[in-house]
């Protein structure tokens, strides 16, 4: 019995040591009314070009992402913001971009095609070469 529980006790300690799968992207949106009366609004969606992976050496995904991505957060705010230029609804600049942070590929991936899906009231404008983490 005893035997059992050092077995248990160190593949939990194991498991808990082993880094974190982390999934990330960023996103910003810009909203432009159309026509107030009608409730009209075009969105604009800024967005990574794909779902970025991460791994977290024993921190939570989201600490993680938010500590490496301060050494490039200058130029990512830059890299949007020029894009975010050419769009008459995108007048305020942009000044805080947190990612988008998942463990799970399948929601992460679930979220980020959602937010790429275009519509007649929505444009996505993917930004390339981001720097990544």
Sequence with gaps: MIRGLL?????????????????????????????????????????SPAVNYLQAEGQQCSDAVSERQQPIATELLARFNQAASKISACQTPVTELPARVYDKPHQATWHYNRSRKASPQKTVVPLADLPVL
């Design 7 to 47: 077995v248990c006790l160190i593949m939990g300690c194991a498991a808990m040591a082993r880094a974190q799968d982390c999934y990330y992207y960023w996103v910003h949106q810009c909203i432009e009314v159309v026509d107030a009366s009608q409730r009209q609004l075009q969105q604009y969606v800024l967005i």
